[in-house]
């Protein structure tokens, strides 16, 4: 049985060492998650983990943390996903799914309006998230194509009044600094 529950500071370790063995041992998500934990985008109940109820082991990590939407006068705070990682060992068994679906409602219960990632077209879209640029958003830091930048849209109605107040365009989704090594 798998449960899904806040990350502890006593998790960080098992939390990196999920990432390496989740991204073939290459350490970019490992540092990121590392580099946000201690930045001022972290949102410490938005670092979710799912363990293993009987070994007690992490097999899972999502994390959402706070970026920005930029037009020419303004800017709009809201989230991303990213990194997600499941122990190789234990994916295709809705885990992933798991912790996505508990982070969205966690968001939507803080009062976030958005979430925004960058992720696979035939995935994100089960849980609600579609091509950001249809509403208007874009993205200059990341050259993806334009079927992976996604949004999901918690408050309804949030898009519509940003592309309203925004004159048709929405913004630029700004990653922090922290998302660069």
Known sequence: MIQIRTAAASDNEQIFQLHLRAFGGR???????????????????????????????????????KAAIYDLAQSSEVLV??????????QRQGIGGHLIREGIARSEAMDFKLILLIGHPSYYPR??????????????QFVVPDEVFM????????????????????????????FFA
């Not at 309804?156 to 592309?163: D, I, K, P, Q, V």
Request: aromatic residues 6%; hydrophobic residues 40%.
């Open 151 to 178: 949004v999901l849209e918690l408050a309804e109605g949030e898009l519509a009044r940003m592309r309203d107040e925004r004159k048709g365009m929405v913004g630029e989704l700004k990653y922090p600094q922290t």
């Open 127 to 140: 849980f609600g998230f579609e091509p950001a640029g249809r509403h208007g958003l874009v993205l200059m």
């Open 27 to 65: 350490k970019d998500e490992s540092e990121l998650v590392e580099r946000i934990r201690v930045s001022d985008g972290y949102v410490p109940e938005l670092s979710l983990v799912a363990v293993d109820e009987e070994s007690g082991e992490i097999v899972g990590h999502a994390l959402f943390s």
């Open 81 to 90: 996903l990213a990194p997600i990682a499941v122990d190789p060992a234990y």
